[in-house]
């Protein structure tokens, strides 16, 4: 292998950019790292080239451990998005300076740079400055010298990004071309998904820093596996439906099971894909000879090129929760992303409010990943419980669950633990045991960032259990269950929103939650004591849309405003509704910012000791 790269990390300002990501990559490879913006890709690519410091992990270039090698020594080139020339030297200057670094004679390095203007389609050019050509041809003189010194591997940070659409397709198509002439085993680094389809041999796909899937790229297009995968490489249909032995069921509809998702037997929740091309519309099922999803409406219908593209929008299907298309806050319905040639769009016209019969010609299946737990045992009786009761949820939502114990070797932690897998027993998804001799925040962000967690349960301490729980909200993405002792699964749940994007969170993470536990759900928001009749009506609207949302969970919810103080008010409820568990939001400054729980969190904190309390980080106010 041409590229190896052995459990890479790296952390900036304690927030983890890359996250354990092993990769081996063929000599000769074209191979395309993909992802959104921040999502730890060029931190990557600069880790290979020696321009960053690995924290953890080795690079292997041609088999040599590279790690600790400055980037001279390393024999890569490296492509940057906005060229990087030298302004004061010329076309040919700028092409030779690698050589002339590397005491090349000037005869030789004139024939390699007269080679690679012919190469990259500059012969002529060679007399001109950086500032006397276009964007794609400076990309073209920023290629050419990092090919000059023959490196055995080439590095491409976003390298066309700046340039328009056509100039980019023109150079995908060159670097193609001479990528295969010269056989140089290369990473391309972008977030445009058309660069991997039409550059990759393979691609490989990271999100927050970790490397989820790599593979061809019609591969995962087709058959992904995760569900930022399905919903990052195009437009993508992913609904949660149910699976048996031999087909997969979305309300009464069945489609037959094109993998082995199901091996462990039984039925289970899985995530159906379908593509856009996979979706038929006519406007009677009789010519429909593919399963029907049913009657839809039209939402929305416009041309792209070749294609027409519809939104359509489903009546709910039993059982069926919606991920993408999104559908708005409070919409019960399911709406549906489908595709037409220009040809169908002629023969059979359809505009928004028509009705139309939806069919579907090919679904893949995704193993449902459910709920992911982190919980955290100590040496305090609150953490036992925080154990028991998220034990008993987890076996509930099928979770999967890691125990992390904290404490040195020599206070019992191992004793506990396994007490703690024989007390967690079946039925769970899957179940890690972990140790640290770190403090809980420590614990909590080491393990957050060795992989996503949906939830931490933890246990509350008699004292500080406010700033316990920030410790271990931390850095992550995750969410905080708070469990005093003494603690049952909760019959009665109260989910205390704001009018507002955050509070959306609040709902969406709580129902579900709550579905798993059977629980009825209260949601309250608290109005001034002076506002107006329009906060009241807008305060409606939005609980009306929250009680809906719970719905398509399967969570029966009713609505509550009071008006005053909002822990006055948070507190009155919770009491007065005898709820055995309260829900509330910790909007975030900033991403990857630390939680504070300053203000309403941090006073029902401390006042709410005998329930229960979980802490939704809302990302909706970033």
């Known amino acids: 292998m041409s590229i190896v790269l052995e459990h890479l990390s790296k952390v900036f300002g304690g927030h983890g950019v890359v996250s354990n990501v092993s990769l081996e990559i063929a000599d000769g490879e ?11 890709k060029s931190t990557v690519l600069r880790m290979i080239a020696g321009l960053l410091d690995s924290d953890e992990g080795r690079v292997l270039l041609n088999g040599r451990d590279v790690t600790g090698l400055p980037p001279q020594k390393r024999g890569v080139g490296f492509v940057f998005q906005h060229y990087a020339l030298f302004r004061h030297m010329s076309v040919a200057e700028n092409i030779e300076f690698p050589l002339a670094i590397r005491k090349v004679k000037p005869a030789e390095r004139r024939r390699r740079r007269d080679e690679l203007l012919d190469v990259v389609g500059l012969v002529g050019f060679e007399a001109r400055m950086p500032n006397q050509l276009s964007g794609g041809q400076q990309q073209r003189v920023a290629l050419a010298r990092a090919l000059a010194h023959r490196p055995e591997v080439l590095l491409l940070d976003e390298p066309f990004g ?28 972008t977030h445009d998904q058309e660069e991997a389809f039409e550059l990759a041999d393979r691609t490989g796909v990271m999100n927050f820093g970790r490397l989820l899937e790599v593979g061809p790229p019609m591969e995962l297009y087709l058959r992904p596996q995760t ?11 992913l609904m949660v439906g149910e699976c048996a032995s031999d087909s997969v069921r979305l309300g009464s509809v069945r489609f037959p099971l094109d993998n082995q998702i199901t091996s462990t037997g039984g039925e289970r929740r899985v995530q159906v894909l379908f593509r856009p091309e996979d979706v038929a519309v006519r406007d009677s099922p009789n010519v429909l000879a593919v399963p029907l999803l049913g009657k ?74 459910g709920l992911s737990f982190l ?13 028991d009761l998220g034990g008993e949820i987890a076996r509930l939502a099928h979770a999967r669950v890691t125990v992390l114990g904290l404490g040195s070797k020599g206070s019992g932690v191992a004793e506990r633990l396994d007490r703690v897998r024989e007390r967690m027993g079946s039925g769970l998804a899957a179940l890690e045991i972990r140790h640290s001799s770190a403090g809980l925040a420590d614990a909590v ?81 608290v109005l001034p ?23 398509v969970l399967g969570v029966q919810g009713e609505t509550r405003i009071r008006k005053g103080r909002v822990l006055d008010q948070i507190l009155a409820e919770f009491r007065e509704g005898k709820h055995d568990m309260l829900v509330l939001g910790v909007p975030l400054v900033a991403s990857g910012a630390r939680a504070s729980l300053d203000g309403h969190a941090a006073e029902v904190l401390k006042e709410v000791r005998d329930r229960p309390v979980l802490l939704v980080r809302s990302r909706g106010s970033e």
Not at 338 to 348: G, L
């Open 162 to 189: 700046a340039l328009d659409a056509k100039i980019r397709a023109e150079l995908r198509r060159s670097l193609r071309r001479i990528q295969g002439e010269l056989g140089v085993t290369t990473i391309f680094v």
């Open 375 to 387: 919980l955290v045992a100590g040496g305090g009786a609150g953490r036992e419980a925080a154990v």
């Open 529 to 551: 004591e002076r506002s107006a009749d329009p906060a009241r009506a807008q305060g409606e609207r939005f609980l009306a849309a929250a009680a809906r949302s719970l719905s």
């Open 296 to 369: 839809a409406v039209v939402e929305e219908a416009g041309s792209v090129g070749s294609l027409e593209k519809l939104r359509l929008r489903l009546p709910p299907l039993p059982g069926v929760r919606p991920i993408s298309p999104p559908v708005p806050f409070g919409v019960d319905s399911i709406l549906v992303d489908a595709t037409r040639s220009q040809d169908q769009a002629r023969r059979y016209p359809m505009e928004p409010g028509d009705e139309v019969w939806v069919g579907v010609r090919r679904i893949h299946a995704l193993l449902h990943p």
């Open 30 to 40: 074209l191979f395309v790292l993909l992802g959104p913006s921040g999502s730890g």
């Open 445 to 525: 962000e080491r393990e957050t960032g060795r992989q996503p967690f949906d939830l931490v349960i933890a246990g509350r301490p008699p004292e500080g259990a406010v700033e316990a729980a920030e410790g271990a909200l931390g850095r992550g993405e995750h969410h905080l269950l708070v469990v005093p002792e003494g603690s049952s699964i909760p019959k009665s749940v109260l989910i205390c929103v704001a009018v507002g994007e955050p509070g959306k969170e609040d709902v969406h993470f709580a129902g579900r939650l709550v579905r798993h536990v059977g629980a009825r759900a209260t949601i309250l928001t």
């Open 227 to 237: 569900e930022f995968v399905a919903t990052f490489l195009g437009r993508a249909n």
